[in-house]
């Protein structure tokens, strides 16, 4: 069954949202694992590479196998959506406890194994390219007996191979051996965790899919290394997307962004988002239809008092690591979707929209129809993208975009503003939206135009900072900005819950009103107190670019 977006029939409803998808309904009898949390190589890695490879081959043409991670795992919602596949679907789930019994009950959907290197860190993302052509499993020395067990013969060997190679030499051998055969919309970067550690909870979706993986940095440093990825991406389909993460210790995210923004290419993540090849064979529901939480009506209009108005907006795919902890509902909350999961993982989706709260405000991002740098996508993609972006936000009742471009950002401090060609870019692309929240780290790109502003964030929690700083930033931040009122948008990083919230806000210097993102766009566009802005040429630059 191909999951793919073009093999996807939408149907959408001109009075509403609802549609369906035109697949093959899933078995209602499968099977489930649990994982621990032991990614090491030495330890627990080399049996979970072997059942995510499993995973996917299982998964190819019938969602059998759905595993289960620790509920702080960052991806903490498996078991939450394990649940609501039995509850809405009416899936039943046998659990499977060994890898013995998985490899008992799934051998037929593998034709054999290869075995990689621990020493030699690509050789996993080599041998799990090879099992998604040559439909294999993937195992360490250590391993081969427990398969040869169960009848699967040897596929490749690549222990000896890459001894003493640069990941440029591995990764060029690799391309020429295999590239010509893998899937051309979809690549698998294989990065995120690295060393001592490798956590490749998405090789199930890269095997399924029949994706290449590999690990190349986009640090220009590394010249030999780059030149290959960028060989990757020119090679790949127009409107392609790159899953998974960028390498840890290689190159950074905004290198790594960047790189593939420039090709119109979109950015799926993380290395660790699990599942993909079980999740992707589910509709919604039958009659399900996305109603998002409005506070106010797309034509209201409001009226701003003297006063400071605070939205908080998680993104991060919806808040990675928090949904499922206590306080979500206690204050309005704005959330990023990861828009592209109506193509791949429906019911995620469907879940987090059943179990919101009227405080959660689900809204588009990140900056289009995945995550992508708006500043250095191809002046012919961003209306095409933006097309794409504006159909899902359509589906999902979303009215704001939330965009972020870090290309000349340090991490979470420095610039990240928008060009005025930019902004004028999102204003034609989406005529129909509240509004347009801007940043990551706090930027200063600030808009108003046709009542629907771009607000951008002027703080950003760190998970880290303690909660009295945050309180003492904030009233900083209120002081300073004296001129009533003061619109004081908050990005809330992955892994802050709410709960911790509740105190900042309550000892907030007044007057002081939390209020959901779309009562603030509207609030903002009633009385412009801020500035027009945006990015300079000569403004500060950390990563200069290609």
Known sequence: ?????????????????????????????????????????????????????????????????????????QWEITEPLFDFYKRKHGVSYTEIKTVDAALERFKSSAKGYVVWDPEVGPSLNIAFTIAGLEDGVVVTEALI??????????????????????????????????????????IMLMGGHRG???????????????????????????????????????????????FGWHPYGKDTEEQSTMLLSM???????????????????????PGFRFTNNHQVAKDAVLIAEEKVYITFVQSDSVGIGVWTKPGRGKLPFAWQ??????????????????????????????????????????????????????????????????????????????NADLFEETVDAYYEAFPDVLGFINGYGPARTRDLRDSRPMISYDYYIDPKRPRDEVTADLNELITLNSKRPYFLAVHVRESNDVNSLVTVVENLEGPVEVVALDRFLKLAASNKTYETRFRKEDDPVHFKGY
């Open 145 to 186: 007996p427990i398969v040869q067990k169960h009848g699967l013969k040897p596929i490749d060997d690549l222990r000896g191979r890459y001894t003493g190679q640069s990941h440029a030499e591995i990764y060029s051998d690799a391309i020429k051996r295999y590239w010509h055969r893998c899937n051309r919309d979809k």
């Open 263 to 285: 090709y119109g290419i979109k950015m799926e993540g993380l290395h660790n988002l699990p599942n993909l090849s079980y999740n992707c064979q589910f509709d919604f529901t």
């Open 1 to 73: 069954m191909n999951c793919s977006f073009q093999a996807i029939s939408l149907l959408f409803i001109a009075m509403g949202s609802a549609f369906v998808f035109a697949k093959k309904e899933p078995i209602k009898n499968a099977y489930s694992m649990r994982f621990d949390l032991d990614w090491e190589v030495a330890s627990g890695l080399p049996e979970k590479a072997m059942l995510v490879s499993l995973q996917g081959l299982a998964n190819r043409e019938e969602a059998q196998l759905y595993i289960i991670h620790p509920p702080d795992f």
């Open 196 to 242: 001592r550690v490798m956590m490749p909870a998405m090789a199930d979706w890269g095997i399924r899919e029949r994706m290449f993986f590999h690990e190349l940095s986009a640090d220009p440093e590394e010249a030999d290394e780059l030149v290959l990825n960028r060989q990757l991406l020119e090679d790949l389909n127009v409107g392609a997307t790159v």
């Open 337 to 414: 979707v990861t828009m592209n999961w109506t193509k791949f993982s429906p019911a995620a989706l469907e879940y987090f929209h059943e179990s919101a709260t009227s405080n959660d405000y689900f809204i588009g991002g990140l900056s289009g129809p995945g995550y992508m740098y708006p500043n250095n996508i191809p002046e012919d993609r961003f209306p095409v993208l933006m097309e794409e972006a504006k159909q899902l936000m359509t589906v999902l009742d979303e009215h704001v975009m939330e965009i972020m471009d870090n290309s000349a950002a340090d991490g979470n401090v420095g």
